[in-house]
């Protein structure tokens, strides 16, 4: 149990370098990548905690978990669609940021926050689509983006299979997967200077 903890608190130390990768992306996008950042940062908290013995987080990392699968992987992808609509998330931003704290404040007190895996997966999509609308134009910032989608992937489809395959415990590789994917998020955003 002290290895998960470790993984952890990895994942943990992944999120802040990634925190101050994005602060680099223009504004509102690094916004955005910082929302999706720090909703991972907490569940990794928690479950540290968790992990670590503390059986009374165990509630809030369950809803921190869900919660980061389904609001941080729309600020993700917010985050790369701002990328790639620059101009006009520069020019409305005011507007984009109120329209989307209303939409998540009514989402949350509604109580439908948690998105369907099919929504989730779609995210993920308009992820990689952005990531591969890059390429023909932001070379590395894409190759980041599309890095950290398939990590992502990875995370939800290969865990078992390269957990067999290596010996090692299917939450650490959980785990690491995450954090490489936290990392080229973070990578991508700050990258991403509009001028």
Not at 45 to 73: D, M, Q, R
Not at 166 to 183: E, F, K, Q, R
Request: charged share 10%.
């Amino acid at each position: 149990m002290n290895l998960v903890v470790a993984f952890e608190a990895i994942l943990v130390v992944c999120c802040l370098i990634s925190l101050n990768l994005a602060r680099q992306a223009f504004f509102p996008a690094n916004l955005f990548w910082a929302f999706g950042v720090v909703t991972i940062g907490v569940t990794a908290t928690l479950g540290g905690f968790k992990f670590a013995g503390y059986g009374g987080v165990e509630p809030y990392h369950i809803t921190a978990k869900h919660f980061a699968a389904s609001i941080g992987i729309a600020a993700f992808a917010l985050g790369a669609l701002a990328g790639l609509f620059a101009d006009f998330f520069i020019r409305f931003y005011w507007w984009i940021l109120l329209a989307l704290l209303v939409v998540l404040c009514a989402s949350l007190l509604l109580g439908h926050w948690r998105f369907s895996p099919t929504i989730q997966v779609g995210l993920v999509g308009i992820i990689f689509l952005v990531g591969l609308v890059r390429l023909l134009s932001s070379g590395m910032l894409a190759i980041y983006l599309i890095l950290g989608v398939i990590c992502l992937g990875l995370s939800d489809v290969a865990v078992k299979w390269l957990a067999l395959n290596t010996g090692m415990d299917p939450l650490n590789i959980y785990h690491i997967l995450v954090s490489l994917a936290v990392v080229s998020f973070g990578l991508s955003a700050s990258r991403d200077s509009w001028e």
